[in-house]
């Protein structure tokens, strides 16, 4: 009777097992989720915008020792904050940004040239908010940062587009 209680235990663990090995599987990664929020941009309103970085924090919490959360809210509150220079939000955005950019810093295994993208995009968000202002304040911590970015990752797509973006804007000025 123990004999086949312990086959009966055991069976039920391998099964167990096996339906959490399944479970598990199905779960969407996280490039997929964020995959997911970011494809919801592609009509680039003020609101998709606030619920991607909605949706971004939430996968940030599932992953909180991930950078590439931390790094797409911070993208993308700066992608709101420079379409909307002075919506409401942008303030709180902007403050998402630079939370999100402190906590890049201190992990070792972010992106370095991710992080110097994203401390040039915010000086010049600063400078679209209020150029007369902001211009000659931050103009060459954006040129700086955006140049630190190319020289540890010449290949950062993100960084070449945001530069030549800010000295196409300068040369309209």
Same mark, same amino acid.
């Given at each position: 009777?123990?004999?086949?209680?312990?086959?009966?235990?055991?069976?039920?663990?391998?099964?167990?097992?096996?339906?959490?090995?399944?479970?598990?599987?199905?779960?969407?990664?996280? *490039?997929?989720?964020?995959? +997911?929020?970011?494809?919801?941009?592609?009509?680039?309103?003020?609101?998709?915008?606030?619920?991607?970085?909605? *949706?971004?924090?939430?996968?940030?919490?599932?992953?909180?020792?991930?950078? &590439?959360?931390?790094?797409?809210?911070?993208?993308?509150s700066?992608?709101?904050?420079?379409?909307?220079?002075?919506?409401? +939000?942008?303030?709180?955005?902007?403050?998402?940004?630079? *939370?999100?950019?402190?906590?890049?810093?201190?992990?070792k295994?972010?992106?370095?040239?991710?992080?110097?993208?994203?401390?040039?995009?915010?000086?010049?968000?600063?400078?679209?908010?209020?150029? &007369?202002?902001?211009?000659?304040?931050?103009?060459?911590?954006v040129?700086?940062?955006?140049?630190?970015?190319?020289?540890?990752?010449?290949?950062?797509?993100?960084?070449?587009?945001?530069?030549?973006?800010?000295?196409?804007?300068?040369?309209?000025?």
């Amino acid at each position: 009777m123990t004999s086949r209680i312990s086959k009966l235990f055991v069976l039920a663990i391998v099964l167990m097992t096996a339906a959490a090995g399944v479970c598990r599987a199905q779960e969407p990664t996280m *490039e997929a989720l964020i995959g +997911q929020s970011l494809s919801k941009l592609q009509d680039p309103t003020p609101e998709a915008f606030l619920n991607c970085v909605a *949706e971004l924090k939430r996968i940030e919490a599932m992953y909180p020792d991930s950078p &590439a959360p931390k790094f797409q809210i911070a993208l993308q509150s700066l992608n709101y904050s420079v379409t909307n220079p002075h919506a409401d +939000q942008t303030d709180n955005m902007m403050a998402e940004a630079e *939370e999100r950019i402190r906590q890049l810093e201190e992990m070792k295994i972010a992106d370095q040239s991710n992080l110097f993208t994203l401390k040039g995009f915010i000086d010049m968000v600063r400078i679209v908010q209020d150029p &007369a202002q902001n211009g000659r304040k931050y103009y060459l911590d954006v040129m700086q940062n955006y140049e630190k970015a190319l020289k540890l990752n010449p290949d950062n797509e993100l960084a070449k587009q945001l530069q030549q973006k800010f000295q196409e804007g300068m040369r309209q000025r």
